[in-house]
């Protein structure tokens, strides 16, 4: 059982940037592929990206390449979502997730962050 903490949320200047950090309690860690989701209010939760074992990345192109970049720490547990250029549409509870090996779903879930960008 993978537990996950997202971690820094918060409120955001549109132009500004945040950094949101997710610590994983397994030892393992290095063994998931990590994604990002979001979930604004009133829609669905929406991918954000996600970044492999070996660092390969992925994101949603329309809503956040060039934006945001995915990175991880495997000998700290912890992927991060670095955000700039923020935008009010980025507004949001933002969630990390675990993918385990030969998945084709996320199988473990942190309990969201918010963030929230003025204008």
């Known amino acids: 059982q993978v537990q996950l903490v997202e971690s820094g949320g918060g409120l955001g200047q549109a132009g500004g940037s945040l950094r949101l950090s997710c610590a994983a309690s397994e030892r393992t860690f290095s063994w998931y592929r990590m994604g990002w989701f979001r979930q604004a209010p009133g829609k669905e939760r929406r991918f954000v990206g996600s970044?492999?074992?070996?660092?390969?990345?992925?994101y949603d192109a329309d809503s956040v390449k060039g934006r945001f970049t995915i990175s991880r720490d495997n000998a700290k547990n912890t992927v991060y979502l670095q955000m700039n250029s923020l935008k009010p549409e980025d507004t949001a509870v933002y969630y990390c997730?675990?993918?385990?090996?030969?998945?084709?779903?996320?199988?473990?879930w942190g309990q969201g962050t918010q963030v929230t960008v003025s204008s």
């Open positions: 970044i492999t074992r070996s660092g390969g990345t992925t």
């Open positions: 997730a675990a993918q385990g090996i030969g998945k084709t779903q996320y199988d473990y």
